[in-house]
């Protein structure tokens, strides 16, 4: 069946006003379009897992910096539809513009994450947990999921709406899905339709870069400094021009706090511990991370 399209916020409320006193357990994914595997797999997760499913299909204006692509986000509302479709999606909402952010001022009222997420994502583009959080409680007050669905590809991004929701959601349960991969190990991402052959040939070495400190984790080794070493060693040699290593960094999982360099990372037992990547290969930012776990 084809999915209920909704555009206003009007709309939505209604419906989901609907449901109120029924039996029907609401799932949400939300998305900025251009959906591929990994979006599906998120989505297939909450079709198991609720009674209806609603993803949302909304370019984020918020948590673009200037100077992003913002503007040249790639949109493919067709094939999108298609695929919602397929995976037996009840509802798309396709919020517009004016209705996520009617004002300015409303813009700002998410604020910053209490915590400082140090050196990785947030300081690497300062306003995107701000614009992060502004859009998912917005979309949560309206939505208001039984189940939250979120992919681990991008880790920091779960760990803040996780607290986000911890905070002001307590009711809706955060289920957090595997980074779906390409054959070749990159991740899933609407931005790989950025790269042209040469770019999309080396991307893939991010996710060898990972591995190898993983393997180097499990062989033993517990010196971060040597762990993200590792990383910029793989990724550095013989990197094409349009290649940028934006940052190593390692962080827990729950809080995003950069770990204490000078101290031993801490074992998967005690603490969830993450290796991120950012780099920037021509116009395209590519993110990934792995969690040090011994199996
Ligand atoms: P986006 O449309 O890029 O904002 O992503 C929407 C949701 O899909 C977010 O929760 C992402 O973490 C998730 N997602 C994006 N790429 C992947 C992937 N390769 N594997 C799993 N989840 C993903």
Known sequence: ????????????????????GTPETLGFVPTMGGLHR??????????????????????????????????????????????????????????????????????????????????SEGSSRPTFFRGVATVVCKLLSLVRPADLYVGQKDAQQCAVITLLCAEFWPLTRVHVVATVREHDGLALSTRNLYLDENQRAFAPRIYA??????REFRGGERNASKLTRAVRDCL????????????????????????????????????????????????????????????
Do not use: W
């Not at 555009?7 to 609907?18: D, F, G, K, Q, V």
């Not at 870069?209 to 993983?214: G, K, P, W």
């Open 236 to 295: 550095e040699k013989e990197k094409p021009q349009a290649f940028e290593l934006i940052y190593v960094s390692i962080c827990g999982k729950l809080d995003i706090l950069e770990l204490n360099y000078k101290v031993a990372i801490p074992e998967p037992s005690e603490r969830a511990v993450l290796i991120c990547v950012a780099a920037k290969m021509g116009d395209s930012r590519l993110i990934d991370n792995i969690e040090l776990v011994l199996t």
């Open 38 to 119: 990994g979006h599906k797999s998120l989505i297939d997760s909450c079709r198991r897992g609720s009674t209806v499913v609603c993803v949302s299909i909304y370019v984020n204006s918020a948590q673009f910096a200037p100077g992003e692509d913002y503007g040249r986000y790639p949109v493919t509302l067709e094939a999108d539809f298609l695929l919602c479709e397929s995976c037996g999606v009840d509802v798309v909402f396709l919020p517009r513009e004016v209705d996520m952010y009617p004002s300015s001022l409303v813009r700002t009222v998410a604020g910053e994450p209490a915590r400082n997420p140090g050196r």
């Open 1 to 20: 069946m084809k999915p209920k399209l909704i555009r206003t916020i009007e709309a939505m409320r209604a419906y989901r006003e609907s449901l109120d």
């Open 209 to 214: 870069a990972l591995q190898r400190a993983l």
